[in-house]
């Protein structure tokens, strides 16, 4: 996707992926002054009865937003509003609120949000971010009481047109749910995390959503027309007229929501008018709505990213644990394959606020396979319950940050480990599961002809290729020129390891962000890339180029790209063939 | 009265879902809980009171219970929080 850079661009972290366009509607949330009232004596029960009445409301809301988040994404994800469910009824705390009301003789709205802010204060100062994210629990139930005391109705039951791109401090887990069931197009906050209980619900809604963009609510105005990549994490504000009409010409239908996107999907899989059958696959994370609506166009997995299980609790959750969230993805894809990869984990994630164990250079670090080999229990975990998910034959397992050959050899041993440890168990599995790799250290490319002899497929990851082969760091904005997949000596690997994997009757994928790049797609399709697998948001798009396309053409693009010996060159040759396209 | 002191053993420490796992788990208990880290001491059963001890990983928590139940109570909870909250139920 090329947004062209004109009109203001803010720059966020990326929490939710999806490009989107809409009108903003900036919201203040935190100018509610809570007033501070003497209660006369004679009136501070039916004081306490307003709060038992705010609490008992806040419950029944809570407990409405489990359900619709439960039938919407699915069990796991609705769990965060039993932990707010908890926070609204605590005893302990609501004791202290009544006894302060009484002996203070305060309003029930003044000394809720005092006492709370007694206990969120150290929390904000906390040097850690999972400590700091619970202030966002509790602060999202304090202000739903406390905005029931004080009669104010909040963001979620004003009403919005649809498609509105929606601007706030911070968004609770339940308003992104509101504002979601009404249509909004996007969000954006000025606070926030990707590892924010909030964006987790974004991103399971296909919501698209950028957290952390600085001075966002003083520089978006309620009105302005904003762009929103969900991607990059960034937001561009008033683009020129001629750009945003276009824009809109061109991607109107990316401002109606992606799941009923989705669901108008053309025919799949998709044919090139030379009536050539091209795999396109989704990458998947988290379980949610997704998943139905991809299984039932009987659209398979091409990454299933599992780091969500460890990021989302700070722990490896059990083999059972593990082989229940697997298994419910594989039965609900079956019979198309889902291709799991296993945990891609490194020091930045693994040691959050562990100084000693802090590496200078987390992606050139113990990561990927590196560190699940040093942790054996762990990795054969994970090993074992995935073999257990795979009794159907529609599992593949995807090993990642593979530098060496001796390195496939041991997670090899050790997937025979497991085999044997569960056919001794009485636990079924597929005896015939394909075990594959991720090509994305260089290394792994140039030696691609020897790892190909060893496995069943390549899926090319093609962010981290393109950034160890151009030493370019991808979240580095001064470096944004200079990382780019499309470069020479990018694809001059990629080329090598799809002729190793032809040598070897292999095939191979390609699962990073290039995959749904509609100016990329061609070009990969023409070198002989098996299957592409991309963000479900980017399948529509990839349908239609893909119905747009003859095969025949896509040859002769590669032949003439992979000559080609500038950056530029390339770029200008893809978007020709794009515009080529009627 | 029983004590027994633990350390947080799961990477991400005592967040959110941590807190409430433990606090759903003290609440079957009878006895009184309370529990301590650094000086400040909280109500075992308050998931506000947890969550506010802001407990990371390797920190000490000093679990304190008193009640007919307090030596199970007590073991039962120092066990959750020393294995790192074992299989966190939520996912």
């Not at chain 1, 004109?6 to 992926?17: C, E």
């Not at chain 1, 206990?119 to 150290?122: A, L, R, S």
């Not at chain 1, 799941?259 to 998709?270: A, C, E, G, H």
């Not at chain 1, 470069?487 to 040598?503: E, G, Y």
């Given at each position: 996707?090329?947004?062209r850079?004109?009109?203001?661009?803010?720059?966020?972290?990326?929490?939710?992926?999806?490009?989107?366009?809409?009108?903003?509607?900036?919201i203040?949330?935190?100018?509610?002054?809570?007033?501070?009232?003497?209660?006369?004596?004679?009136?501070?029960?039916?004081?306490?009865?307003?709060?038992?009445?705010?609490?008992?409301?806040?419950?029944?809301?809570?407990?409405?937003?489990?359900?619709?988040?439960?039938?919407?994404?699915?069990?796991?994800?609705?769990?965060?509003?039993?932990?707010?469910?908890?926070?609204?009824?605590?005893?302990?705390?609501?004791?202290?609120?009544?006894?302060?009301?009484?002996?203070?003789?305060?309003?029930?709205?003044?000394?809720?949000?005092?006492?709370?802010?007694g206990?969120?204060?150290?929390l904000?100062?906390?040097?850690?971010?999972?400590?700091?994210?619970?202030?966002?629990?509790?602060?999202?139930?304090?202000?739903?009481?406390?905005?029931?005391?004080?009669?104010?109705?909040?963001?979620?039951?004003?009403?919005?047109?649809?498609?509105?791109?929606?601007?706030?401090?911070?968004?609770?887990?339940?308003?992104?749910?509101?504002?979601?069931?009404?249509?909004?197009?996007?969000?954006?906050?000025?606070?926030?995390?990707?590892?924010?209980?909030?964006?987790?619900?974004?991103?399971?809604?296909?919501?698209?959503?950028?957290?952390?963009?600085?001075?966002?609510?003083?520089?978006?105005?309620?009105?302005?027309?904003?762009?929103?990549?969900?991607?990059?994490?960034?937001?561009?504000?008033?683009?020129?007229?001629?750009?945003?009409?276009?824009?809109?010409r061109?991607r109107?239908?990316?401002?109606?929501?992606h799941?009923?996107?989705?669901?108008?999907?053309?025919?799949?899989?998709?044919k090139?008018?030379?009536?050539?059958?091209?795999?396109?696959?989704?990458?998947?994370?988290?379980?949610?709505?997704?998943d139905?609506?991809?299984?039932?166009?009987?659209?398979?997995?091409?990454?299933?990213?599992?780091?969500?299980?460890?990021?989302?609790?700070?722990?490896?959750p059990?083999?059972?644990?593990?082989?229940?969230?697997?298994?419910?993805v594989?039965?609900?894809?079956?019979?198309?394959?889902?291709?799991?990869?296993?945990?891609?984990?490194g020091?930045?994630?693994?040691?959050?606020?562990?100084?000693?164990?802090?590496?200078?250079?987390?992606?050139?670090?113990?990561?990927?396979?590196?560190?699940?080999?040093?942790?054996?229990?762990?990795?054969?975990?994970?090993?074992?319950?995935?073999?257990?998910?795979?009794?159907?034959?529609?599992?593949?397992?995807?090993?990642?940050?593979?530098?060496?050959?001796?390195?496939?050899?041991?997670?090899?041993?050790?997937?025979?480990?497991?085999?044997?440890e569960?056919?001794?168990?009485?636990?079924?599995?597929?005896?015939?599961?394909?075990?594959?790799?991720?090509?994305?250290?260089?290394?792994?490319?140039?030696?691609?002809?020897?790892?190909?002899?060893?496995?069943?497929?390549?899926?090319?990851?093609?962010?981290?290729?393109?950034?160890?082969?151009?030493?370019?760091?991808?979240?580095?904005?001064?470096?944004?020129?200079?990382?780019?997949?499309l470069?020479?000596?990018?694809?001059?690997?990629?080329?090598?390891?799809?002729?190793?994997?032809?040598?070897?009757?292999?095939?191979?994928?390609?699962?990073?962000?290039?995959?749904?790049?509609?100016?990329?797609?061609?070009?990969?399709?023409?070198?002989?890339?098996?299957?592409?697998?991309?963000?479900?948001?980017?399948?529509?798009?990839?349908?239609?180029?893909?119905?747009?396309?003859?095969?025949?053409?896509?040859?002769?693009?590669?032949?003439?790209?992979?000559?080609?010996?500038?950056?530029?060159?390339?770029?200008?040759?893809?978007?020709?063939?794009?515009?080529?396209?009627? | 009265?029983?004590?027994?002191?633990?350390?947080?053993?799961?990477?991400?420490?005592?967040?959110?879902?941590?807190?409430?796992?433990?606090?759903?788990?003290?609440?079957k208990?009878?006895?009184?809980?309370?529990?301590?880290?650094?000086?400040?001491?909280?109500?075992?059963?308050?998931?506000?009171?947890?969550?506010?001890?802001?407990?990371?990983?390797?920190?000490?928590?000093?679990?304190?219970?008193?009640?007919?139940?307090?030596?199970?109570?007590?073991?039962?909870?120092?066990?959750?929080?020393?294995?790192?909250?074992?299989?966190?139920?939520?996912?």
């Open positions: 996707m090329i947004v850079k004109r009109g203001l661009i803010l720059k966020g972290t990326p929490a939710s992926p999806g490009f989107a366009m809409g009108e903003a509607r900036v203040f949330k935190w100018e509610q002054t809570i007033e501070e009232r003497i209660i006369p004596e004679s009136h501070i029960d039916s004081e306490l009865s307003r709060l038992e009445n705010a609490i008992s409301a806040t419950l029944t809301e809570l407990e409405e937003w489990r359900e619709s988040a439960g039938q919407k994404i699915g069990g796991p994800v609705a769990k965060i509003f039993d932990t707010q469910m908890m926070i609204a009824a605590d005893p302990e705390f609501l004791k202290k609120v009544r006894e302060e009301i009484k002996s203070s003789c305060k309003n029930a709205e003044y000394v809720y949000g005092m006492l709370v802010e206990i969120i204060e150290p904000r100062q906390s040097s850690d971010s999972y400590m700091r994210q619970m202030v966002s629990d509790i602060e999202a139930v304090s202000r739903r009481i406390i905005s029931h005391l004080v009669g104010q109705s909040e963001t979620h039951q004003v009403n919005f047109p649809p498609d509105c791109v929606f601007v706030a401090q911070e968004f609770t887990p339940g308003e992104v749910l509101s504002l979601y069931e009404r249509h909004a197009a996007a969000i954006i906050t000025s606070g926030g995390s990707a590892i924010s209980h909030m964006a987790l619900i974004a991103r399971s809604l296909l919501l698209p959503t950028v957290v952390g963009v600085p001075q966002s609510i003083l520089k978006i105005k309620s009105g302005d027309r904003l762009v929103i990549d969900g991607d990059n994490g960034t937001v561009t504000i008033n683009p020129p007229d001629e750009e945003w009409n276009e824009l809109r061109k109107v239908k990316l401002t109606t929501r799941i009923s996107r989705l669901q108008k999907l053309p025919v799949f899989p998709p090139t008018i030379d009536g050539i059958e091209i795999e396109l696959a989704a990458n998947i994370d988290l379980p949610g709505p997704i139905e609506i991809l299984a039932e166009h009987k659209i398979g997995v091409g990454l299933y990213r599992t780091e969500f299980l460890y990021l989302q609790s700070g722990n490896f059990s083999e059972d644990k593990q082989f229940e969230v697997y298994n419910s594989v039965e609900k894809y079956y019979p198309r394959p889902v291709v799991v990869r296993t945990f891609d984990l020091s930045d994630k693994y040691f959050v606020g562990d100084d000693s164990r802090k590496e200078n250079n987390p992606a050139l670090g113990w990561r990927g396979i590196r560190a699940a080999l040093d942790m054996p229990k762990i990795f054969k975990d994970q090993l074992r319950a995935i073999l257990r998910a795979s009794v159907k034959k529609n599992v593949k397992i995807l090993l990642p940050m593979v530098a060496d050959t001796s390195e496939l050899s041991k997670a090899s041993r050790l997937i025979k480990t497991c085999m044997v569960l056919y001794h168990d009485g636990k079924d599995f597929d005896h015939d599961i394909e075990i594959g790799v991720m090509i994305e250290v260089p290394s792994a490319a140039v030696a691609s002809e020897l790892m190909a002899r060893k496995v069943s497929f390549f899926s090319i990851g093609s962010n981290d290729l393109t950034q160890y082969t151009l030493a370019a760091d991808r979240d580095n904005d001064r470096l944004a020129k200079i990382f780019n997949p470069h020479p000596a990018v694809l001059r690997l990629i080329k090598i390891s799809i002729d190793a994997a032809r040598n070897n009757g292999i095939p191979i994928g390609v699962c990073g962000e290039m995959s749904g790049d509609i100016l990329a797609m061609p070009l990969l399709i023409g070198m002989g890339i098996n299957q592409l697998s991309m963000n479900p948001s980017k399948l529509p798009d990839a349908c239609r180029l893909v119905a747009k396309i003859k095969y025949k053409d896509t040859i002769k693009l590669a032949d003439d790209i992979i000559r080609m010996t500038s950056l530029k060159d390339i770029e200008g040759r893809l978007l020709e063939f794009n515009m080529s396209l009627k | 009265m029983v004590q027994k002191t633990v350390k947080i053993a799961n990477r991400l420490g005592m967040h959110a879902r941590p807190s409430a796992m433990f606090v759903s788990h003290a609440s208990f009878q006895s009184e809980i309370s529990v301590e880290k650094a000086g400040l001491r909280v109500n075992g059963k308050s998931i506000m009171g947890v969550m506010m001890l802001a407990a990371e990983m390797g920190s000490e928590l000093i679990i304190f219970a008193e009640g007919e139940d307090e030596e199970q109570t007590v073991e039962a909870l120092a066990n959750l929080v020393s294995t790192g909250f074992g299989d966190l139920k939520d996912l």
